[in-house]
Structure formats: structure tokens, C-alpha cells
């Protein structure tokens, strides 16, 4: 991860529909942002906050997106500017009963910066549909 290579959101809010490579029992969440110490600006300002991690049954039984899906809440976290770069989070109820190929995280807010957030790299954890060793998968 270097300064300025993220997924930038525009404002202090913004959300991100990942989609994994098979269907996974989700257990967790990580986020990576960089140290302030390698920051051009001295600051993480654009780094998330207050996070939410969403599914919708729709996107597990269609694999598609559809207009007015219920979303279901997985959990909600802080990401701590004062702590390692690399948090993890656990989600709720996990693994949960069924698998699911997205993922929504929500930025809620940022640490301070206006015009924009940046999502370095985030991992999702779980274990694989149809597999019965735990595997980590990466989105």
C-alpha cells in the first residue's frame, strides 16, 4: 500500500460493492489504511471512520443487483486513525447460515477530510461455500 494509490470516495461519505471470487460464509472485515508518517500531507484525514458492512439477500440468490434489495447489517465498526494501519473486524452472527459473492462496506464518515475518503485495500474473511477447511478470501 503507498500514499495515494486507493479508491478515492468523493466527500466524507461514500460506499463500495465489493464482489468476491466464489460465494463465502463471511466472518470479518479489514481494513488498511497508510500511517500518517508516510502521508505527503502529515495527516490521514481521508481515512474512513465509521463504517457498515452490508449484504443483500437479493445479490446471494441473483447474483445481480436489484432496485429496493433489503440489505442486511453485518455489522458496524470504527476505524482508528491512532492504531496499526491494519484493523480487523469481526462481523456479527458469524459465519452466517448462508454464502454470500458482495459485500457493501458504507463509509458513514471520515476523519476530517471534506472532499474526499480513501479506501486503500479492505479484506474479507470467511470461509468458502462447498468448503468444509476455513479459507481466507481477498476482495
Keep these: 500500500v503507498s500514499s ?3 479508491r478515492p470516495l468523493q466527500g466524507h461519505q461514500g460506499q463500495v460493492v465489493i464482489r468476491l471470487p466464489a460465494q463465502v460464509h463471511l466472518t470479518g472485515v479489514t481494513v488498511q489504511h497508510i500511517y ?10 481521508s481515512a474512513p471512520r ?5 449484504v443483500s439477500v437479493c445479490w446471494a440468490l441473483l447474483g445481480v443487483d436489484a432496485d429496493r434489495e433489503e440489505e442486511t447489517l453485518l455489522g458496524t465498526f470504527m476505524y482508528n486513525v491512532a ?3 491494519i484493523q480487523t473486524f469481526p462481523l456479527k452472527n458469524a459465519p452466517l447460515p448462508r454464502a454470500f459473492s458482495r459485500i457493501k462496506l458504507l463509509v458513514k464518515s471520515n476523519w476530517g477530510n471534506p472532499a474526499y475518503t480513501c479506501i486503500y485495500r479492505v479484506q474479507v474473511h470467511g470461509k468458502m461455500a462447498n468448503q468444509k477447511a476455513s479459507t481466507e ?3
Aim: hydrophobic share 35%; charged share 25%; proline share 4%.
Design 137 to 139: 478470501t481477498r476482495g
Design 4 to 6: 495515494g494509490n486507493c
Design 83 to 85: 492504531k496499526e494501519a
Design 36 to 45: 500518517k508518517e508516510v502521508s505527503p500531507s502529515g495527516t490521514v484525514i
Design 50 to 54: 465509521d463504517v457498515a458492512v452490508l
